[in-house]
């Protein structure tokens, strides 16, 4: 176990997808290392000794963000807090971004990658990890109905960038890009924003004086919950639609 000094007792809240119920509640010194704690898991989840651990942890609310656990390290070096929720992952298979699809194909295939304008891409802090949208793709009458398309009428809000926020994907489109839109929209109070989620998609519609502004998200990686999900108008400032996932898990992309 790593050093004692400074180390408390935490009690983590358990989630395991193989026992199905209400979270379970387990103590542990800050100062063990995360393998230390799966390996105390193990026992009380019945998990095999040959069965790969994957374990992420949150803070706070269910909303706030998923990090990895990392073996090596204790608890508290990784800013694990007394009541965190921990979700276990058995016969997982951890995937790291320099082992990902996107870094295999630059690898394999340089700089005739599809994604090799990422290939110098930095490492960012989880608050920071945006994907930008582009302008929308016209195709032909015949073609398949692209993901992001222009709304009728309505001129398309091409610069927006998205996050995934544990239970919540938000998608954010702020007066840095579309400041016009921004303007229209004002405080939102009357009815300047007009929002539809639908299972897998999601519309955003903005109107101003004369002028129209539409965001029209088709084919969202994962299914969302309508009823639950909403929109935030921060005037002057963004726009932000709130999406809550129907299953947990992280988002790769939006569409």
Not at 165 to 173: A, L, P, R, S
Not at 185 to 211: N, T, Y
Request: with cysteine.
């Amino acid at each position: 176990m790593a050093g004692d000094e400074d180390s408390q007792e935490l009690n983590l809240s358990v989630i395991y997808s193989k026992a199905p119920g209400a979270p379970k509640t387990f103590s542990c010194s800050s100062s063990s290392t995360g393998q230390e704690l799966k390996e105390k898991l193990r026992g009380p989840l019945e998990i095999a000794a040959d069965s790969a651990m994957v374990l992420t942890f949150q803070n706070g609310s269910r909303n706030s963000a998923k990090k990895l656990l990392e073996d090596k390290e204790s608890l508290s070096a990784q800013g694990v807090e007394d009541g965190a929720t921990v979700t276990v992952k058995a016969d997982a298979v951890e995937v790291r971004p320099e082992n990902s699809f996107l870094r295999e194909s630059i690898r394999n295939n340089g700089t005739s990658s599809y994604y090799y304008a990422h290939a110098n891409e930095k490492e960012l802090p989880p608050e920071l990890r945006y994907v930008y949208g582009g302008d929308p793709i016209k195709l032909e009458a015949d073609a398949q109905t692209p993901s992001v398309l222009e709304a009728p009428s309505a001129r398309a809000l091409a610069k927006y960038s998205w996050a995934d926020e544990g239970d919540f994907v938000c998608v954010y489109v702020s007066a840095e890009g579309e400041g016009e839109a921004i303007d229209a929209a004002g405080d939102g109070k009357s009815g300047q924003v007009e929002v539809q989620f639908e299972q897998r998609s999601a519309e955003l519609r903005i109107k101003g004086s004369g002028k129209e502004f539409a965001l029209c998200l088709r084919q969202l990686e994962g299914e969302i919950v309508p009823e639950e999900s909403k929109h935030r108008v921060s005037a002057g400032k963004r726009v932000t639609l709130k999406m809550k996932k129907k299953r947990g898990g992280t988002w790769t992309r939006l569409v």
